[in-house]
């Protein structure tokens, strides 16, 4: 509904309402880059003999809990609110597929496809750091989109690949993996669009709840209800066993490589579990992200666990590959497990280097999703070199 709304608006005010979307956006820069400058000239201008927080690296802006309110907070809760409730966020996903059509005309990043025993996962570069994907039953010629954002670029694959698209899955409302969905399931009379019914999808046909199962072909695609990012989120696990081949999880906004999504609609505990559901699969699932942002969470991971080693073999593989400009997708879940911080919450080195201890009454999970806050927070606030 939100898509209609918006293609009504762009008729007439589309052009006015940009400019205002882009004052919000410029006033909201032009406030956090003042506020820094602030923040740094009171630091160097402190009386002596008045003792300062000593950063937790280099490469991490300090900022105490108890500082008073943080100015921008309500001005990102505001642009969160517009994105994903009014048609303004839908002219500022179109403002952003212009400028990726333009910037990367053949995609942000170069990716293989991965071929098993009859089923093809094709990785879509979209929009300047997002994946769309395209699974394929190769025996039947049938094809699932998975949030397919840029649908001039989807399409243009599907045509490659000479399949037919017969369902779209959905991880969350955000326009950034929903935005194609009108166009797609306009230009594919059959197509299905599947997601969360609590989350807002675009043009959703078909509702999911937790452990339904997608058939497409030979393809079956189990929905698992993970929140926290948005309320709906879901991530789709494409059974390995009847192509004899690896697990393959389409993670959307929850997991990255070496990162997790923010949690715009939830808290740290609703996130950790939806971590613990994807840490209960096998190790050798394929994780496949939204958006490709390898090199620099594995930057921060850098900064919380120095000393991990794996972290720093996966860095100098990314490094190398980023410099080509190819993709860092797929990696496995038992890679994710050894050096993505937001899965080692259960760590005893970071919780003794990060975390609150046990809660008051013992409770080792409430001391996990403290940890998991905290290292959100950081995150937040680091900056790659």
């Known amino acids: 509904m939100a898509a209609v709304v918006a293609a009504t608006a762009l008729k007439g005010r589309g052009a006015r309402n ?11 820069t032009a406030n956090k880059a003042s506020h820094n400058r602030t923040r740094a000239l009171q630091s160097h201008s402190s009386p002596e003999g008045k003792e300062e927080p000593e950063p937790l690296s280099p490469e991490l802006e300090y900022i105490p809990r108890k500082r008073g309110k943080n100015p921008m907070k309500a001005v990102g809760l505001a642009w969160y609110s517009l994105y994903t409730r009014t048609w303004l966020g839908y002219l500022f996903y179109r403002q952003q597929l212009r ?17 098993f025993n009859g089923v093809k996962v094709l990785p879509i570069p979209v929009l300047s750091d997002n994946y769309s994907y395209l699974i394929i039953d190769t025996q039947a010629q049938l094809a699932v989109a ?9 399409q243009a694959s599907i045509e490659k690949e000479g399949v037919t698209l017969v369902a779209i899955l959905c991880t969350h409302k955000h326009w950034d993996h929903s935005g194609g969905n009108r166009d797609l399931s306009r230009r594919h009379r059959d197509c299905r669009v599947y997601g969360s019914p609590q989350d807002g999808i675009p043009y959703l046909t078909h509702p999911l709840c937790h452990q339904d199962v997608v058939s497409v072909g030979r393809l079956q695609i189990r929905a698992l209800a993970t929140p926290g990012h948005t309320q709906g989120h879901l991530v789709y696990l494409l059974d390995g066993e009847p192509y004899k081949g690896p697990s393959c999880l389409f993670s959307g906004d929850l997991l990255f490589l070496s990162g997790c999504g923010r949690t715009f609609e939830g808290n740290a505990e609703t996130m950790l579990s939806s971590l613990d559901t994807v840490l209960g699969l096998g190790d050798d ?6 958006h490709e942002y390898a090199e620099e969470n594995l930057g921060f991971a850098g900064v919380v666990e120095p000393e991990n080693l794996a972290r720093e073999r996966k860095m100098q593989w990314v490094q190398r590959q980023r410099l080509e400009r190819k993709s860092t997708c797929p990696s496995t879940l038992g890679e994710e497990r050894s050096y993505n911080p937001f899965l080692r919450t259960h760590c005893l080195a970071l919780q003794e280097a990060l975390g609150p201890g046990p809660g008051p009454t013992g409770d080792d ?9 905290e290292l959100r927070r950081l995150k937040d606030m680091h900056k790659s070199k």
């Open 18 to 28: 940009a400019r205002v979307l882009r004052g919000i956006l410029a006033g909201a």
């Open 99 to 115: 400028r990726a059509r333009n910037r990367y005309p053949k995609g942000h990043s170069k990716t293989q496809p991965r071929l």
């Open 146 to 154: 998975v949030d397919p954002s840029d649908p001039r670029a989807v």
């Open 285 to 290: 699932t394929l994780l496949w992200p939204g």
């Open 365 to 373: 999970d409430c001391s996990r999703a403290q940890l998991l806050e």
